[in-house]
T-cell receptor
C-alpha cells in the first residue's frame, strides 16, 4: 500500500509570491491534515479536511488555505509569501474513525 | 491554551535505557501520541495512550497519567538507529494533534 505522497519535495519561492502544495493520502483514507514544522516551533496544526470539508483549523493567518478533492487528495495554498513561511510542510492522512496520523515526507519550502 | 513540554535534547549510550518525559496542558484531550522522526524524514507512529497506565511494545513503552497531564516514552536496549527526535503530541479531536517541540535523542557507542 503506497504511503502519503507530497509534491513537490522542495520549493524555493520569492517573497510576495504564492505557492500550492499537494498531498495524496493513503488509499482509502478520507482525512487529510496539514502541519507546519519549524525548528523553533515544532509541528503546528494548520487544518484538517474530511470528505472535502474543513473540520478543524489552527491559528494561522488567512493567507494559508486548503482544499480537498473528491478523491481525497488535498492541496494547501499560501499566498503573499513571507520569509517566516519557510518551513517543512507535512501532510498526514488518517482512516475514518482512526486516530493515528500517517505522515508524508513533507515539502520543504524556502522563501527568499 | 495549549502547551506541551518535553526536553530539547537527551544523550544516552548504546544498550542503555532512556525515559523521555512530556507534560501537557490542552483544551480538550483525547489521548497522547508519540512519534519518532529521523532527520529529513517523516514522523512515524510509535504509540498512542488513551487510558492511564503503561503500554508496552517491544523495546518501547509509553505511560500516561491523565490526572497529572504527564506522559513518558521509555526506550530500552538503545541502538544507534534510535538516534532521532521524539515528538509528544496531544490528540484534541478531529485529527488535530498538538505537538511539543520534540526531544532530540543522541545515542553514542
Amino acid at each position: 500500500k503506497a504511503g502519503v505522497t507530497q509534491t513537490p519535495r522542495y520549493l524555493i519561492k520569492t517573497r510576495g509570491q504564492q505557492v500550492t502544495l499537494s498531498c495524496s493520502p493513503i488509499s482509502g483514507h478520507r482525512s487529510v491534515s496539514w502541519y507546519q514544522q519549524t525548528p523553533g516551533q515544532g509541528l503546528q496544526f494548520l487544518f484538517e479536511y474530511f470528505s472535502e470539508t474543513q473540520r478543524n483549523k489552527g491559528n494561522f493567518p488567512g493567507r494559508f488555505s486548503g482544499r480537498q478533492f473528491s478523491n481525497s487528495r488535498s492541496e494547501m495554498n499560501v499566498s503573499t509569501l513571507e520569509l517566516g513561511d519557510s518551513a517543512l510542510y507535512l501532510c498526514a492522512s488518517s482512516s475514518t474513525g482512526g486516530k493515528e496520523a500517517f505522515f508524508g515526507q513533507g515539502t520543504r519550502l524556502t522563501v527568499v | 491554551g495549549q502547551n506541551i513540554d518535553q526536553p530539547t535534547e537527551m544523550t544516552a549510550t548504546e544498550g542503555a535505557i532512556v525515559q523521555i518525559n512530556c507534560t501537557y496542558q490542552t483544551s480538550g484531550f483525547n489521548g497522547l501520541f508519540w512519534y519518532q522522526q529521523h532527520a529529513g524524514e517523516a514522523p512515524t507512529f510509535l504509540s498512542y495512550n488513551v487510558l492511564d497506565g503503561l503500554e508496552e511494545k517491544g523495546r518501547f513503552s509509553s505511560f500516561l497519567s491523565r490526572s497529572k497531564g504527564y506522559s513518558y516514552l521509555l526506550l530500552k536496549e538503545l541502538q544507534m538507529k534510535d538516534s532521532a527526535s521524539y515528538l509528544c503530541a496531544a490528540y484534541t479531536g478531529f485529527q488535530k494533534l498538538v505537538f511539543g517541540t520534540g526531544t532530540r535523542l543522541l545515542v553514542s557507542p
